[in-house]
Structures are given as C-alpha cells and as structure tokens.
C-alpha cells in the first residue's frame, strides 16, 4: 500500500502552460506538505497544510496555488510555467508538524 | 531563522569503510532532527530521528547518529558503508515554538561506496 502517492511520476510541459500535480495520502496524518528540489539536489518547503488549512507559505510566486479538498489530499496547480520550473516536486505528510514527514516518489517537472 | 549546514558534500568511500557525515544546525530553541536517505531516482526515506532521550540514536540498515547539543551536531555513522548505501543523503531540523515549526534540510551529501 502506498502511503503518499503522486501523479504524474514525469511532466513534461511547454513555457506558459498551467499544470497540477496531486498528491493523496492514506496514513491519516493531519498535515501535508509541497517541497521543491532543484537540479543541485537542494530541498526547499513551498507549502504546508493542516486539516485544510494554509500554515506554511515560503516565498514562492503567486503562479503556485496549493489546494487541498480534503486533509488526505493536497494538489499544487502551476500557472504559466517557466523555465526555473523545472525540479521534483515532492509531497510529504506527517501526523503532526513535529513528527517525521513521510514523503511521496516526486514529480519531475520539465518546462520547455 | 534556522539553518543546515552539511559540510561534506561528496564523499568517495571503498566498500567496509566506515562513515561519518557532519550535519550542524542553528537553533537555539527546541529540535527535533532527522536524517534521510535519497536513493537514485528514488523518494526521500527516513533513516532516523532525533526528538529526546538518548542522544545516541539507531536507525535502518545500520546507520546511526549522536545528537551533541552544546555542539548543535548530529552527525551520521556507520561502521562499514556497503556499495548499496550509495545515495543522497540530508540532515533536516525541525525548529518549533508554540504551534510554528518547519523542517528545513540540508544541502545534502552525495556517498559514493566504490567496490
């Protein structure tokens, strides 16, 4: 069984174009997370999520929208994709902020 | 704001030889800390943790790590690597007050186990 899955595994997608990753997971924690890896392996939070609710908004642009219907999923919409884009982008829940984060395979986004 | 600093960032070693990478972090507050593990092409897995207790503390496949707090270290070991360990490997930090926290990583360190 898959704790925190992903979908797509691999996207790849035209400058200006607008895409969404989802991420569910069936561990019944109460947070949930996006994380950005760059080429350099460099991990970075974006988002962060607690029963629904915004906790966590790291500097990133308004063209990454989080949205979460529900405390097992949270989605990232991308609008207007550009080159700086392009990494893996991993999910990753825990059942309290504090505890250890359980992460999803990654999605590896590539703008052209 | 906290930080990570891991100072090794690529390290070369034969197999059988033993391991030790450093992970030093600014945070005067309460921790918890964390070591991962990132297999080629592979998700980030938990090696092992640190919240309180013993500060020697053991993880998965033979790895473990010793919190020195006066030092603010958690340094990762392992007696003798196998060509299997080779990987990405980062230490993470999660700083919390009150109900805030983030778990921040750092910069990784790629093991390279040669046979």
């Known amino acids: 069984d898959t704790a925190v899955s992903q979908t797509p595994k691999y996207l790849v997608t035209q400058m200006g174009n607008d895409k969404s990753i989802k991420c569910e997971q069936n561990?019944?924690?109460?947070?949930m997370y996006w994380y950005k890896q760059d080429s350099k392996k460099f991990l970075k939070i974006m988002f962060s999520?607690?029963?629904?609710?915004?906790?966590i908004n790291e500097t990133v642009p308004n063209r990454f929208s989080p949205k979460s219907p529900d405390k097992a999923h949270l989605n990232l919409h991308i609008n207007s994709l550009e080159l700086g884009d392009s990494a893996v982008y991993f999910c990753a829940s825990s059942q309290e902020r504090t505890d250890t984060q359980y992460f999803g395979p990654g999605t590896r986004l590539t703008v052209l | 704001a906290q930080s990570v600093s891991q100072h090794n960032h690529h390290v070369i070693l034969s197999e059988a030889a033993s391991l030790e990478l450093g992970c030093n972090y600014s945070?005067?507050?309460?921790?918890?800390l964390f070591w991962y593990v990132q297999y080629p092409g592979q998700h980030l897995q938990l090696l092992l943790k640190?919240?309180?207790?013993?500060?020697l503390v053991k993880g998965i496949k033979g790895f473990e790590a010793e919190f020195i707090k006066s030092k603010f270290s958690f340094n990762l070991r392992k007696p003798s690597v196998q060509w299997s360990d080779t990987a990405e490997y980062f230490c993470a930090v999660n700083a919390y007050t009150g109900t805030a926290s983030k778990l921040t990583f750092g910069t990784g360190t790629r093991l390279q186990v040669t046979l």
């Open positions: 945070y005067g507050g309460t921790v918890n």
């Open positions: 640190y919240f309180s207790g013993d500060p």
């Open positions: 561990l019944g924690h109460d947070t």
């Open positions: 999520y607690n029963n629904k609710e915004l906790i």
